[in-house]
């Protein structure tokens, strides 16, 4: 009897938020919720990192971040685009820190004696259709605060319903977005999607993400790159 009470009070075990792409990632698995409800970027106390600003990455410099190559072959039906020169996660926008957001990071960092953030955030959408992300991309500004992507590019997404991921990997958190419209069952790019979460979750964590922006395979501001020899 004491064994049986014993394991009912077992308490579960704590999940890391990083976990949470352990099992497999199905449209069927997905949390959709509409646009107005699904949780957006989180600031805590920080609140001057909402002035800071992000810019739209181009599709390399997203590979680069995921430590993925220019070159990915993906398993599924847009293998035979790709073969076509379509870049891979053609249904994909990101936004990654300006170079102003990673200055100031270490700005505010110093000037408050170490007490102010230094991480920041990179957001992906990852939408059902590459018309939808195109219609997107023709309203969304190349570059926004950061304070504004909850009320522009999350909320401001009426008719359509998100599911989110978060991971927080060392100095920068990855916030990840699918995207499809209301009413619409399943989410045609999941595979795109699993590749992406997968990714994050498999990256070190970022020690310094003025580096690690550049190349995201060093984990320290203080690489250097080989000089060129000329023979």
């Known amino acids: ?52 600003t992000i810019r739209r990455a181009r599709p390399l410099e997203f590979l680069r971040l995921l430590s993925l190559p220019p070159t990915l072959n ?6 035979q685009e790709k073969t076509n020169g379509k870049q891979p996660f053609p249904s994909t926008t ?27 955030k990179v957001v992906v959408f990852v939408f059902e259709s590459e018309n939808m992300k195109a219609a997107v991309d023709r309203v969304w500004p190349p570059e ?15 008719g359509c319903e998100m599911a989110r991921f978060k ?3 060392g100095a ?16 045609s790019f999941a595979d795109d999607l699993r590749t992406i979460l997968q990714s994050v979750v498999a990256l070190n964590d970022f020690l310094d993400h003025t580096a690690m922006l550049a190349l995201p395979n060093q984990r320290s501001i203080n690489y250097s790159p080989p000089v060129a020899m000329v023979h």
């Not at 990632?25 to 001057?48: H, M, W």
């Not at 993906?74 to 293998?79: D, E, R, T, V």
């Not at 522009?152 to 009426?158: A, D, H, S, V």
């Open 1 to 52: 009897m004491e064994e049986k009470e014993k394991k009912k009070n077992k308490k579960p075990k704590h999940q890391h938020p990083n976990d949470q792409t352990s099992k497999s990632t199905t449209s069927s698995d997905l949390a959709f919720k509409p646009s107005s409800e699904v949780k957006g970027l989180r600031f805590g106390g920080q609140f001057i990192v909402k002035s800071f």
């Open 94 to 120: 990101a936004f990654l820190p300006t170079n102003f957001t990673i200055l100031a990071h270490h700005a505010w960092h110093t000037l408050t004696l170490g007490l102010g953030t230094k991480k920041s």
């Open 74 to 79: 993906l398993n599924h039906h847009q293998n």
């Open 172 to 187: 920068i958190t990855f916030y990840v977005y699918a995207v499809r419209r209301i009413g619409n069952m399943g989410f």
């Open 167 to 169: 991971f927080r990997k």
């Open 144 to 158: 926004i605060p950061l304070g504004e992507v909850n009320r522009k590019l999350i909320r401001g997404q009426t």
